[in-house]
């Protein structure tokens, strides 16, 4: 004999049949098994009690007066509501065509009478069952569906987050662009003579200090040049001012065009003076970088009708080249290179006076040869 079940929760099973009988037998039957059970013997019946309370599944007699089970199975099956709800059909028919016409209306299964009580709670467990399977599965697409949804939505969001960081780290670029090329403005504007385009007095006072610490530090000669265009009063009067600005910066560029190694700087020192800052260079080296500058500016050839040495324009040069010791500090150095530019201009100018504390290392730049005005 088939042991009745009792379920945790009590599911509700409607048994619809015109037969009285029928209902009393499976009303009783289910009850046993643990089943809450409710009885309606119509279509119509069944419909008004499914509105008050929806069974978890429905027994179903085909032939009923009025709305037969056909018809009952339909309808309900139409419903959003109860169109979950499994319907087993049960009758005394056998035909085949009746039976398959059962499941095309929505049956999920059909028992022939008389029944065994025993058939009936299988079918009625399995179909529990499968519909406890199916709610369990729906549940969970909709918990899918709903973390899907989420994620769609956070995908959506980190998408818009991302594409706002983008936005934000280029407007940050941009604007560190403009930042960088601003300070190196500022810095060029600080640092650079606006006429000649070298470097201004500030930046020489500042590198001339840096070059002779780095001197003393590595015991490295270094040298100093003053240079000064000849007769500049004089040009600036007959000329102009602004043929005397075009000057300059023609002097200017020609004398950073050779003194152009790491470390090497050209300055206007002051009105038509410029300096050049010549770092681990000898006498003889420096003295060579000079005379390839005079080289140049005679070819450039800057008509000077009011000079007193050429037709074109010239320069006066003193330098000195030290190595950096106790005795000896960098006003010396600018001191000897500024007494060695003046002995440039007494002798005649258009010339080049070297500090001769030191020799000259190189032995063909000899003092007594007097090379391109050497002395």
Not at 92 to 116: L, M, N, W, Y
Not at 159 to 182: P, S, T
Request: charged letters at 25%; hydrophobic letters at 40%.
């Amino acid at each position: 004999m088939y042991a009745p079940v009792y379920h945790e929760e009590e599911q509700i099973i409607f048994v619809v049949d015109d037969n009285l009988v029928n209902l009393k037998l499976l009303t009783g039957m289910l009850s046993q098994h643990g089943y809450k059970v409710y009885a309606a013997n119509s279509a119509t019946e069944a419909l008004e009690q499914i509105k008050v309370e929806s069974p978890d599944l429905i027994l179903l007699d085909i032939k009923m007066p009025g709305m037969n089970g056909y018809q009952l199975c339909s309808l309900l099956k139409s419903r959003v509501e109860t169109q979950h709800i499994p319907i087993i059909f049960f009758s005394g028919i056998t035909q085949s065509i009746e039976k398959i016409k059962a499941f095309s209306v929505g049956g999920v299964d059909f028992i022939t009478k008389p029944f065994q009580g025993i058939e009936v709670i299988i079918r009625i467990e399995h179909q529990l069952k499968l519909a406890a399977l199916q709610k369990e599965l729906l549940k969970k697409n909709k918990i899918l569906e709903e973390e899907l949804q989420y994620r769609s939505k956070m995908e959506s969001l980190l998408v818009r987050q991302k594409a706002r960081l983008e936005r934000e780290i280029k407007q940050r670029k941009f604007m560190e662009g403009l930042l960088r090329d601003r300070n190196l403005k500022l810095s060029r504007q600080a640092n650079i003579d606006a006429l000649t385009q070298v470097a201004n007095r500030r930046h020489f006072d500042g590198c001339f200090t840096r070059e002779w610490q780095r001197a003393t530090n590595e015991s490295q000669p270094l040298s100093l040049v003053l240079c000064d265009v000849d007769y500049f009063k004089l040009y600036n009067d007959n000329y102009g001012h602004q043929e005397g600005d075009s000057c300059l910066y023609q002097v200017a560029q020609t004398l950073a065009s050779v003194a152009n190694l790491p470390g090497d700087l050209v300055a206007r020192y002051g009105g038509e003076e410029f300096a050049l800052i010549l770092p681990d260079t000898y006498n003889y080296a420096a003295i060579a970088v000079i005379q390839n500058i005079q080289r140049l500016i005679a070819g450039l050839k800057i008509a000077h009708a009011e000079s007193n040495v050429s037709d074109y324009v010239t320069l006066s040069f003193g330098g000195v080249t030290l190595l950096p010791n106790e005795r000896i500090n960098q006003k010396d150095l600018l001191k000897r290179a500024d007494e060695s530019l003046y002995r440039a201009k007494r002798k005649g100018r258009n010339q080049v006076c070297w500090f001769e504390e030191h020799p000259i290392l190189n032995p063909d730049l000899i003092e007594s040869s007097r090379l391109n005005g050497l002395g």
